[in-house]
């Protein structure tokens, strides 16, 4: 007789009913016990209105009376007038009227899972035969049980596995870090039924910091969390121990301000090859259901592969950022050694053709010039661009002339276009951090104004740290131009700004 969910409740309610209705007795129960501490954690009576059940509490305890006794002896009991039973005074209940006692333990294998009981109101009521009878249905109760353990551990099995696997194929498909750390911690939240995921990395002073979290509830509160350096919990987790906690917020263990929202908890390493990632902690809502001792083996066994995964997802990150490396190199050196020296190459015979006699004609002399000055342009677009290529991606760049070039370069998201950049000297040297500032802000200001102006569709932005006050003090220039209209149609006015340096 086997069954899960509503079939196994159906089937332990006919168990109960039958034994009842078989042994004549007055009430039947059947209670099913946590492992951990013996609490009855559901419970199938006959015979008995709301207020019984109530009344019961000694009788139905797995700590102590008649329960207590089954689970301790696993064997059937049997007490034909209870206030002459060694258990009378635990388990007598006025409001019962129990005279007469029967009960055999639901048992699977050397664990007691619980125990089927009858009682009546006069003594002397059940036989050897009742008692035959309610051993086995006791055991017809434990093998519906036993099955829907199997089944049902099964099934979790399954969905741990298959979660382990979603992360790792989610991990390699090219997340960043945080979004990495982020994923693993949503999907143990649902696959463990918590309140929320969390993962814990350590920080330079020797502590520990929650650097990603999923939660139903708003994540921005559990974020940068931190357990100090002398929390009685952190040398645990510091040493790669597993740490599972009964009730988060009466534990002495625990020292964060968060803990009182929380219940029972798992803290599971996250380790490979012997180096600590982090801890993956998983906490449920005050009062809820403790872990099993399955669920604390399985979130164990995720931890281990969401680790491994992680590893894997960084090595795979750095190899793909060297492979950009490697060919943002490629293309700098190619443009470098081949367009730049070529285009300057050809502006030099331009110059040269320009400087010799051209029979007179102003207008082929225009031409050059203009020739000469538009690779003279050029060549700067791509010296910029080759710079670009040099900088590390996703990185903030550390110099002044990748700095401009970011702000550029997200303007020309917002633009449509990429505005264009020319540096003249050495910007990088000669500009300090505060006027460097100061230019950057007036940039951000200028590249804002032409995106609101209409008809905008090129901007020119030029740094030049070869500028000179009137006074003749050394100074850099910032302008900014675009080809757009102001509002009475005249031509966009240009920003000039100029500091000394």
Do not use: N
Not at 58 to 71: I, K, Q
């Amino acid at each position: 007789m086997t069954g899960t969910g509503l079939d196994l409740r159906t089937t332990l309610q006919h168990i109960v009913d039958t034994a009842t209705a078989l042994a004549g007795a007055r009430h039947g129960a059947l209670a099913l016990l946590a492992p951990e501490d013996r609490r009855v954690t559901d419970l199938f009576t006959t015979g008995m209105t709301d207020a019984e059940r109530l009344g019961a509490g000694p009788l139905l305890d797995g700590r102590s009376g008649a329960l207590g006794v089954l689970v301790d002896d696993a064997q059937a009991v049997r007490l034909d007038d209870l206030p002459a039973g060694t258990a009378s005074e635990d388990t007598a209940s006025p409001l019962l009227r129990t005279r007469s006692f029967l009960g055999a333990p639901v048992r699977v294998g050397s664990e007691v899972l619980g125990s089927l009981c009858l009682t009546a109101d006069e003594p002397g009521r059940f036989t050897d035969t009742d008692l035959a009878l309610l051993r086995l249905l006791a055991s017809q109760a434990a093998a519906a049980i036993g099955g829907a353990h199997l089944s049902e551990a099964a099934r979790q099995r399954e969905r741990w596995i298959e979660g382990a696997a979603a992360v790792t194929r989610a991990l390699l498909t090219g997340a960043g870090p945080t979004d990495a750390l982020t994923t693993v911690a949503e999907r143990a939240r649902v696959l463990a039924g918590a309140a929320a995921g969390v993962i814990l990395q350590p920080t330079g002073d020797g502590g520990m910091e929650i650097v990603a979290a999923s939660t139903l509830d708003d994540p921005a509160g559990l974020v940068g969390t931190a357990i100090e350096p002398g929390s009685p919990v952190l040398v645990q987790l510091l040493s790669g121990e597993e740490v599972f906690i009964d009730d988060s917020s009466t534990d002495p263990r625990m020292t964060t301000p968060v803990r009182s929202r929380f219940g029972p908890s798992m803290m599971l390493p996250l380790e490979s090859g012997g180096r600590l990632i982090g801890t993956l902690a998983l906490p449920r809502r005050r009062g809820g259901l403790p872990y099993t001792a399955m669920d604390r083996l399985l979130a164990s066994q995720f931890a281990s592969q969401a680790a491994l995964a992680l590893v894997m997802a960084d090595a795979q990150h750095y190899r793909e950022q060297l492979a950009v490396y490697e060919d943002r190199d490629r293309i700098a050196r190619d443009l470098h050694d081949l367009v730049v020296q070529r285009l300057f190459a050809t502006e030099m015979m331009l110059e040269s053709t320009r400087r010799k006699d051209v029979s007179g004609d102003a207008e082929t002399a225009e031409l050059l010039a203009r020739a000469v000055d538009e690779l003279d342009s050029t060549i700067q677009e791509v010296r910029t661009a080759i710079f670009a290529l040099q900088q590390p991606p996703a990185e903030a760049p550390a110099t002044f002339r990748g700095r401009v070039l970011r702000e550029t370069g997200g303007a020309a998201a917002v633009l449509g276009f990429q505005p264009s950049v020319h540096f003249v000297g050495a910007v990088d040297t000669l500009i300090g951090k505060p006027v460097a500032g100061r230019l950057l802000d007036v940039l951000r200001g200028a590249l804002a104004t032409a995106h609101r102006r209409a008809g905008v569709s090129a901007i020119e932005v030029e740094v030049d740290a070869t500028a000179k006050e009137a006074d003749g003090r050394a100074a850099v220039r910032l302008v900014v131009a675009d080809d757009g209209r102001a509002e009475d149609g005249a031509r966009s006015p240009t920003v000039i700004w100029q500091v000394p340096l």
